[in-house]
């Protein structure tokens, strides 16, 4: 990840509202959720909502997928984990050994 990509992601993710929606797709893992379950726990109006989601996914933190008629969003985890990659270079002079451990979800089993 270059520094322009981190100042995007960290633009993104310094405001309120797509703190907490990443935050949110961060705990709900890898089956997602769909905008009406994060406005309801936001309260936030849709087109706020719709706002700051493009505003996510421009910065390659999260992405979203058609499943019938919902969209889905999901945080991307290979991203977040390279920011923090990213962040966490030079920490303890190079060492790594005080580097966080990446986030690796398991994928959710579809059930037929």
Do not use: D
Not at 12 to 22: D, I, Q, Y
Not at 40 to 61: D, R, Y
Not at 103 to 109: A, E, G, L, R, S
């Amino acid at each position: 990840m270059n520094e322009e990509h981190v100042i995007k992601a960290l633009g993104a993710l310094a405001h309120p509202v797509r703190l907490t929606v990443f935050r949110a797709l961060v705990v709900a893992g890898p089956q997602g959720l769909i905008p009406s379950v994060m406005q309801e726990g936001l309260g936030v109006p849709p087109a706020t909502l719709s706002f700051h989601l493009k505003e996510l996914s421009a910065a390659g933190l999260i992405a979203s997928e058609r499943e019938g008629r919902s969209l889905i969003y999901r945080a991307e985890f290979a991203q977040m984990n390279a920011l923090l990659g990213y962040l966490t270079a030079n920490c303890c002079q190079g060492s790594g050994s005080c580097a966080p451990t990446p986030c690796c979800p398991v994928p959710t089993q579809e059930t037929p």
